[in-house]
């Protein structure tokens, strides 16, 4: 054996591999393995909120090792048919040794370079904006405008459509399907009218089953097979036919993909220490599962649908240093904020989460979440160009200086993340007329962009 398992051999494990419920594999399979392997490796306990990030390299070598022995005890279970697909230890270390250590996303001059990074790597994360938080559809081609015109950001993704030509998107219909086609000719308007017709994109977040990327990606005037697709599938560490349905479309189309699942803090894999074992576990998998080019390794805390609390900010340092140091993988993460726009503790918990992400060794970070994603139109160009200045300038910060960021910037807004601030929509954020940020917003944008340099991160103060 020479690469990953084939795609027609994975398949066939959706039929073939050893059943078990989904009942089995959440209340049992996930917490008992994870709960062993904790032992194993003498990691319970390890996460402390008082240190909410992680400086020590050798505990991050030894959750990886933690996560690959996971990984090949367990395997995805397909949801579909209950069944187990698993990988040998040969198969895994294959797809890793032959998962692209760089990759290049769009096309000419305006296209970015994906590499592998490891911990203050002085090659910077690469920043794609925004997350798919709904967008309304009249607002919807301003958006993905003056996202992609922001010089910093490297690569579109943006916002999310619930209408077609004002019709309600009905998931799994022919309508998601027409839909994921006119978001896509969409989304390459605005890339040419922001005189960047080459950059890359991530499509289609719009997409909730198969359907929605059959129109979109790789179909004439849509997303091109030079973006990365988009494949999402459930926690915890499972995967279902519509991911694999949007995984052998991409392959079909010569295409490339990123795709992820997080592990949930509280959730099945337990606290902190056994969700990020889970997370990179799921990660490792979906190079020799999902045949995929840019990885995972996301992870939310259920109490709150975020990561920049302390429990998760310890775990975001812990997975991305893990994977960036032992692997040559293109690693993905996301920082989830749940404040919004208009807010300053929205900038602050860009600032914190995404220079984790970046300091760890992240290639790629796609955000912000601005609100949780909870609310339509909830999101903004400007906080999308902090998380693109904030990725870049953070990349080669020693991990101690992100921390000191992290104890000053975090106890400001902890104690909102219960009950955050959701701030205001686009259109009051924005002048519509003018297209350029509220003098209010602006000033906050200018005021936390001011505490980030004093505190180190070595942002441009224009």
């Known amino acids: 054996m020479h690469n990953k398992p084939d795609i027609l051999e994975i398949l066939g494990r959706t039929q073939t591999g050893e059943y078990c419920t989904q009942k089995e594999w959440d209340t049992k399979r996930i917490p008992l393995t994870i709960r062993s392997i904790l032992k194993e490796h003498d990691l319970a306990g390890a996460c402390n909120p008082d240190e909410p990030v992680n400086t020590d390299f050798d505990l ?21 048919t209950e069944r187990i697909v698993g990988v040998s230890q040969e198969e895994l270390d294959n797809a890793l040794k032959y998962a692209p250590a760089e990759i290049w996303v769009g096309e000419g001059k305006d296209a970015t370079l994906l590499r592998a990074r490891t911990p203050s790597d002085p090659y910077p994360m690469k920043a794609a904006t925004s997350l798919g938080i709904t967008v309304s559809e009249d607002v919807m081609p301003d958006m993905l405008y003056l996202i992609a015109r922001e010089p910093e950001v490297d690569i579109l993704e943006a916002g999310s459509m619930i209408t077609v030509r004002g019709r309600e998107v009905l998931s799994g219909t022919p309508i998601e399907t027409l839909m994921g086609y006119e978001h896509g000719v969409m989304h390459r308007e605005a890339r040419r009218r922001a005189g960047r017709e080459g950059m890359g994109a991530i499509g289609s977040i719009s997409a909730v089953t198969e359907y929605g990327q059959f129109g979109a990606y790789g179909t004439p005037g849509g997303f091109r097979t030079s973006d990365l697709a988009l494949i999402l599938f459930p926690s915890e560490m499972k995967v279902d036919y519509r991911t694999l349905h949007k995984v052998v479309h991409t392959l079909n189309m010569g295409g490339i993909m990123k795709c992820d699942s997080p592990g949930m803090i509280g959730g099945m894999p337990g606290p902190a220490e056994g969700a990020t074992v889970s997370s990179i576990a ?10 995929n080019h ?6 939310y805390d259920v109490r709150y649908l975020s990561n920049v609390n302390r429990e998760g900010l310890w775990a975001l340092s812990v997975i991305y240093q893990a994977l960036s140091r032992n692997t040559h993988t293109l690693c993905h993460g996301i920082a989830n904020q749940v404040s919004g726009p208009g807010t300053e503790n929205l900038l602050r918990e ?6 984790v992400l970046a300091a760890s060794g992240s290639s790629l970070t796609t955000g912000p979440r601005s609100a949780g994603g909870k609310l339509t139109d909830f999101i903004t160009p400007l906080e999308c160009r902090f998380v693109a200045e904030v990725s870049h300038a953070a990349s080669a910060m020693s991990i101690e200086n992100v921390k000191g960021v992290v104890q000053a910037l975090l106890p400001k807004y902890e104690d909102s993340i219960k009950e955050p601030d959701l701030g205001i929509p686009f259109q009051k954020a924005y002048n519509m007329d003018t297209l350029e940020p509220t003098p209010e917003w602006e000033a906050m944008y200018r005021k936390v962009k001011a505490e980030c340099i004093e505190l180190g991160i070595p942002l441009d103060s224009h």
């Open 282 to 291: 799921c990660a490792l998998l979906s190079y020799a599962i999902l045949q």
């Open 60 to 80: 991050a070598d030894r959750f990886y090792a933690a996560g690959y022995q996971a990984a090949l005890e367990l395997g995805y279970l397909c949801t579909d």
């Open 294 to 299: 840019v990885g995972g390794g996301e992870i």
């Open 350 to 355: 860009i600032a914190t989460g995404v220079s």
